[in-house]
T-cell receptor
Framework: ETGVTQSPTHLIKTRGQQVTLRCSSQSGHNTVSWYQQALGQGPQFIFQYYREEENGRGNFPPRFSGLQFPNYSSELNVNALELDDSALYLC?????????????FGPGTRLTVL | AQKVTQAQTEISVVEKEDVTLDCVYETRDTTYYLFWYKQPPSGELVFLIRRNSFDEQNEISGRYSWNFQKSTSSFNFTITASQVVDSAVYFCALSEAPTGTASKLTFGTGTRLQVTL
């Protein structure tokens, strides 16, 4: 069983640029969540996708957007990058919706905005 | 609004010592779930335990044990006979979404545990 994978591992961008991060969910999982983890902080919920539809969003501006594909893989897009967007971006998948379901996390993409 | 507080920013212990990581949560819901995750230097969050709000039984798994007390809104984590491999950042998290809606995890700020020889 393949776990959650994310690409790229590291990324360096400059302010104002756009970035796309990718996530492949664990086999059989149809729910993907994205989290942003700033240095020294806990992960913050960005949004969740279930069967290709956004199913909840945290306190992030519209320049953070996402997609989920028919194979349940997902993308996180961030436009007009700001310095504060520098963080570890974590993707998590689960087998169904619901608060009690375990979310399996990927290794993350570390984004640096200069 | 839901909130998780981990007041201990960093803890250092010598191998074989016992250590307890504190977690206090706030929620208005009567149905919720609590989690502990471990984050080693590699960055990947590793699931340790899940507890629902109706099950206050303490749990033990090897050297790990968890103490859930609704009366004090706490969900503390104890490592017995700590080992160097336990060195990591540990996060407590809360999820209170009803079934069928976004299962958002609210994390604390984490406790960095350093175990030395």
């Amino acid at each position: 069983e393949t776990g959650v994978t994310q690409s790229p591992t590291h990324l360096i961008k400059t302010r104002g640029q756009q970035v796309t991060l990718r996530c492949s969910s664990q086999s059989g999982h149809n729910t993907v969540s994205w989290y942003q983890q700033a240095l020294g902080q806990g992960p913050q919920f960005i949004f969740q996708y279930y069967r290709e539809e956004e199913n909840g969003r945290g306190n992030f501006p519209p320049r953070f957007s996402g997609l989920q594909f028919p194979n349940y893989s997902s993308e996180l897009n961030v436009n007009a990058l700001e310095l504060d967007d520098s963080a570890l971006y974590l993707c998590a998948s689960s087998s169904r919706l619901g608060a009690g379901n375990e979310q399996f996390f990927g290794p993350g993409t570390r984004l640096t905005v200069l | 609004a839901q909130k998780v507080t981990q007041a201990q920013t960093e803890i250092s212990v010598v191998e074989k010592e016992d250590v307890t990581l504190d977690c206090v949560y706030e929620t208005r819901d009567t149905t919720y779930y609590l989690f502990w995750y471990k984050q080693p230097p590699s960055g990947e969050l590793v699931f340790l335990i899940r507890r629902n709000s109706f099950d206050e039984q303490n749990e033990i798994s090897g050297r790990y044990s968890w103490n859930f007390q609704k009366s004090t809104s706490s969900f503390n984590f104890t490592i017995t006979a700590s080992q160097v491999v336990d060195s990591a950042v540990y996060f407590c998290a809360l999820s209170e979404a009803p079934t069928g809606t976004a299962s958002k995890l609210t994390f604390g700020t984490g406790t960095r545990l350093q175990v030395t020889l």
